[in-house]
């Protein structure tokens, strides 16, 4: 039994994808399958809310049962559980926007931009293009320009194997876009520019909305700094044991690591209490 004294029953549950729900092979756990069945006998919501586009997050909806909306891009776009039906979305200010895009270009990363359902690259022999189209299983164009796009970009990574790099670029741009975009790593080679509100907390918020709870009866799980503001809104917020420390002390419990129970056991201890 969970020893965390909440306020209301938990009735939704929002997740981050990557290191939170998938293994690192990016496959669900047997048992993650089965608790969200159990969440659904139980009447409790499913949701989830990724850095991914959401289409890229397609393949695991079936599995887990789900048929409520999700949230890609970290909250900058909020869809319908067909996958389509684009519910909001929020595009970066063109000036944002091209700034970053310049920024990380001058910095030697490799940049991504999407925009409505496209995703568009240059060259598209970047480090990790090819892997990102398999996780997500999602289709780029490559492109000489991002010009076109810029006006309704939803979301910018950039990418890179040199992590410290990654780190670098993030924090320039957090000073230089303070105030106009919000900028996060979503892994630890992955640097992503949004909209100032298109955050895990704004998308958590979206979503309870949607489904009709408030915060406090909605239970949130992460792994990354980029989880941290729904984490922090949450009336359960669980840090998976494989997250930064910072996403730990921002959190109410930790659980197991991604690659094994981690998620089913907090679903089990914490929200069915079982």
């Known amino acids: 039994m969970s020893g965390v004294t909440l306020s209301k029953p938990i009735r939704l549950v929002v997740s981050d994808v990557d290191g939170t729900l998938v293994r690192k092979d990016k496959t669900l756990h047997p048992e993650t399958i089965k608790a ?3 969440l659904k006998a139980a009447g409790i919501v499913l949701c989830l809310a990724s850095s991914r586009p959401p289409r890229g997050m397609e393949m695991y909806l079936e599995p887990l049962g789900i048929t409520t909306p999700h949230a890609g891009f970290n909250g900058g776009q909020i869809v319908a559980a067909d996958n389509k039906t684009i519910l909001d979305e ?3 200010p063109e000036d944002a926007a ?3 895009v310049d920024h990380m270009s001058a910095a030697g990363l490799d940049v991504w931009v999407f925009a409505g359902n496209g995703w568009y690259v240059k060259g598209g022999n970047g480090p990790y293009v090819a892997h990102e189209a398999e996780v997500t299983r999602n289709t780029f164009t490559i492109v000489d320009d991002f010009s076109p796009y810029l006006s309704t970009t939803n979301k910018i ?3 890179s194997k040199d992590f ?4 670098r670029v993030e924090a320039e741009l957090q000073a230089s876009l303070h105030g106009q975009a919000s900028v996060n790593r979503s892994s ?3 640097c992503d520019v949004t909209h100032m509100d298109a955050n895990k907390g704004h998308a958590a918020l ?3 909305k949607i489904v009709g709870v408030t915060a406090e009866e909605m239970a949130c799980l992460g792994d990354m ?3 941290v503001p729904m984490l922090k809104i949450a009336g359960l917020s669980i840090a998976m044991g494989n997250a930064a420390e910072s996403v730990k002390a921002a959190s109410m419990v930790v659980t197991g690591d991604n690659d094994g129970p981690g998620w089913a056991d907090a679903i089990r201890t914490y929200v069915l209490k079982v």
């Open 188 to 190: 630890p080679y992955y």
């Open 98 to 100: 091209r700034l970053a």
């Open 90 to 92: 929020l595009a970066i």
């Open 164 to 167: 410290d790099l990654v780190g």
């Open 36 to 38: 969200a069945q159990e």
């Open 157 to 159: 990574m950039s990418s």
């Open 206 to 208: 979206a979503l309870a």
């Open 225 to 227: 700094n980029v989880d």
